[in-house]
């Protein structure tokens, strides 16, 4: 979270000296955004923090919600820059077009490079600790790696139009600047209909599940399961099963079974934080 922090303070700072003093309108758009993108990893931090206190009086689930609100804080910010970058490039088309730089280009290209391999390791470490605040600020890069592509084409394209007298592609910029937003705001949406997703405790998906249910069922004991239900809460996952054994074991060899459970859950499924299981009677006859 700190490199991604610093290379967005760097990044800001590039893109808006560059876009101000060479006059490119997607390069400034794209600066504003990386501002919001200060804003969003630091949001992300603040959450990871909160998020790895452990259970208390007043939240004994733990706090692993706090990552969903700071990804659902980085989604409002990246449809803010979206709407934003998409009003300054269509209002660029109504003024005389700027001039193409190489520089700005050149700015733009090392904005992408930077911005990929961000995107790759950040993802790579938010899937390996199920961190949905890391998870979004990866696909804050993502978004950004969209932004600066869109951004080194449009200038391209100007520069060429500039050197072929091809008065139409002059405007390469700005509209490179609405495909960036309308990509951004795309991905902004997506972001914010998973964290909502999280926070109304929707189920894990149909094949998650379904993995779960097999390791509850190569448990010798349970005869029978009635229900089982799990979802996500922040970075881990929590699981609810109802399940049906021989009704006429002692409470000792009930317990023993839940543990049994327990681990052979959380053994297959690292994620899992809490298994709740209530036990069911069964009998020969049923």
């Not at 993108?37 to 931090?45: K, N, P, S």
């Not at 004991?221 to 996500?232: G, M, S, T, Y």
């Amino acid at each position: 979270m700190w490199i991604s922090l610093l290379s967005n303070v760097c990044l800001t700072g590039i893109k808006l000296i560059v876009g101000i003093v060479f006059g490119s309108q997607v390069l400034v758009a794209d600066g504003i955004h990386n501002a919001g993108d200060i804003i969003a990893t630091a949001t992300a931090y603040s959450s990871m923090r909160v998020s790895g206190k452990p259970p208390d009086e007043d939240h004994p689930y733990g706090h692993g919600k706090a990552e969903v609100l700071g990804a659902g804080i980085v989604a409002f910010i990246l449809v803010l820059a979206a709407l934003y970058m998409g009003c300054q490039a269509v209002l660029a088309f109504f003024h005389p077009p700027g001039e193409a730089h190489l520089i700005a280009l050149f700015a733009a290209i090392v904005s992408l490079i930077v911005k990929q391999v961000l995107y790759l390791y950040t993802k790579r470490v938010g899937q390996s600790i199920n961190s949905k605040a890391l998870m979004a600020t990866a696909y804050d890069h993502l978004a950004d790696v969209y932004a600066s592509l869109a951004a080194s084409v449009g200038i391209f394209l100007a520069w060429i139009g500039e050197r072929a007298d091809i008065a139409w592609l002059s405007y390469g910029d700005p509209a490179a600047g609405v495909i960036v937003s309308f990509l951004v705001l795309r991905l902004g949406f997506e972001m914010a209909r998973e964290t909502v997703d999280v926070l109304m405790d929707k189920s894990l998906s149909p094949d998650k599940i379904e993995d779960i249910l097999e390791h509850l069922r190569e448990v010798k004991e349970v005869k029978r399961i009635d229900r089982l239900r799990a979802r996500e809460h922040g970075h881990y996952v929590l699981v609810d099963a109802r399940v049906a054994v021989l009704g006429t074991l002692t409470i000792q060899e009930g317990h023993d079974i839940i543990r049994k459970i327990k681990r052979k859950v959380q053994d297959a499924h690292p994620e899992v934080d809490e298994v709740l299981v209530h036990l069911n009677p069964w009998y020969e006859n049923e």
